[in-house]
C-alpha cells in the first residue's frame, strides 16, 4: 500500500513561535506521535502508558509534564506544560490548519472511463484529483471518493459511500453507505467554545478486509487508523480516529472503538460491544455481545458483560 499524504504541514516553525513562554528556537517540521517523530519533530507524552515508546523516541521536543519528563532521552527537549493535549491542540492547528474540519472537495467529476479502462461505475459517481483505482474494481452509484484516495485491484465499492483520506488494499468489499476517512470527535472543552483537534492521519484498510453498509470509519488524529488483512466489520460498527484494527478479526454489528485502542489478530467482538480509548485488546480473545472494556485484555481471554470480566465469572455472577 502507498502512503498518501492528503494533508501537508505548514511551516517549518521555531519552538518559541509553537509554544508560549518557550526559550528554544530550534526549526520543527511536523508534530507526530512518539514512536513515528524524527529529529525535525515535535511530538508529546501525556501517559505512563506510553512509556516504551517515550524512552526510544527520536523527536527534537516533547510536549509533556515534569513527571514523565524523566522517561524521556536526553537527546529529546522536554518542554513542561500543565495540559499536553491542549497545547498538542494549538500546535497541531498551526501545522494543519484546514484539517479540524471535513471541507468538501471541490475537484469532484465524473471519472474519464480512459483514465480507468478496466473500473465499472454506477451512476452519479464523483471523483476528486489523483484519485488511483485498480484493475477489476466495482464502484456503485452516487458514491463520492475524494482527491487521492487510493483505491486496489479487485474491489466493490457499493453505493451512497464517501471515501477521503483513506488508502484502501485489494480485493477489499465496501458496502452500501459507509463514511470512511471523516475527522474524528476530538477537542479541548474550553469555557467559550471548543478547541478542536486536526486530524491530519489517514485511514489504511488492508487486502480481503469487508466493511458491511453504514459502518463510519474516521481518519487518525496524529496517527493512522488502521484496518488489518481479512478482517470483517459487520453493519453499523464505528471506528474512531487511531484506532488498529488487526488481521482476522470479527467484528459484530454495532460495535464502537473509542480512540487509540489497538487490538489485536484473531479478535471476535460481540454485537453492541463497547472499547474505550487507549486500550489494548490482545490476539484471540473473545468479547461477549453488550460487553463493556474499560481495561486491557489479554492474548487467549474471553470475557463479556459490563465491566467486562473472564467469561467463567460472568456465569456465576449470572447464576447467583
Not at 475537484?107 to 484529483?129: A, D, E, M, Q, T
Not at 458483560?305 to 465469572?313: C, E, L, N, Q, S
Request: net charge positive; with cysteine; charged share 25%.
Amino acid at each position: 500500500m502507498e502512503d498518501t499524504i492528503f494533508f501537508k504541514p505548514k511551516g517549518p516553525f521555531s519552538l518559541n513561535k509553537l509554544i508560549d513562554a518557550c526559550n528554544y528556537n530550534d526549526k520543527i517540521h511536523d508534530i507526530k506521535i512518539l514512536d513515528k517523530a524524527n529529529e525535525k519533530d515535535i511530538t508529546f507524552f501525556e501517559s505512563s502508558r506510553y512509556s516504551e515508546h517515550a524512552k526510544y523516541t527520536k523527536a527534537k521536543a516533547c510536549i509533556t509534564t515534569q513527571k514523565l519528563s524523566e522517561i524521556l532521552p536526553k537527546s529529546c527537549k522536554k518542554i513542561l506544560v500543565k495540559n499536553v493535549l491542549l497545547e498538542v491542540a494549538k500546535i497541531s492547528k498551526k501545522f494543519y490548519p484546514d484539517a479540524d474540519i471535513d471541507y468538501p472537495d471541490l475537484s469532484l467529476k465524473k471519472p474519464k472511463k480512459s483514465n480507468y479502462p478496466s473500473v465499472k461505475f454506477g451512476n452519479n459517481v464523483l471523483i476528486g484529483k489523483k484519485v488511483k483505482i485498480g484493475k477489476k474494481s466495482i464502484v456503485g452509484s452516487n458514491t463520492i471518493i475524494e482527491h487521492d484516495v487510493q483505491i486496489g485491484k479487485n474491489c466493490v465499492i457499493g453505493s451512497n459511500i464517501l471515501l477521503k483520506n483513506s488508502v484502501i488494499g485489494n480485493n477489499v468489499v465496501i458496502q452500501d453507505g459507509c463514511k470512511i476517512g471523516l475527522k474524528g470527535f476530538g477537542f479541548i472543552p474550553m469555557k467559550n467554545k471548543n478547541l478542536k483537534f486536526a486530524h491530519k492521519g489517514n485511514v489504511y484498510i488492508h487486502d480481503d478486509v469487508e466493511i458491511a453498509s453504514s459502518c463510519t470509519i474516521d481518519r487518525g488524529s496524529i496517527d493512522d487508523t488502521i484496518i488489518g488483512q481479512n478482517t470483517y466489520l459487520d453493519n453499523q460498527v464505528h471506528v474512531a480516529h487511531n484506532v488498529k484494527i488487526g488481521k482476522n478479526c470479527m467484528i459484530a454489528g454495532q460495535v464502537g472503538f473509542a480512540g487509540s485502542s489497538i487490538i489485536g489478530n484473531n479478535v471476535s467482538i460481540g454485537g453492541q460491544a463497547g472499547i474505550s480509548g487507549h486500550l489494548k485488546v490482545g490476539n484471540n480473545v473473545k468479547i461477549g455481545g453488550g460487553s463493556g472494556v474499560i481495561k486491557d485484555i489479554n492474548d487467549n481471554e474471553v470475557v463479556m458483560g459490563y465491566p467486562a470480566i473472564p467469561f467463567r465469572d460472568f456465569i456465576k455472577n449470572w447464576k447467583k
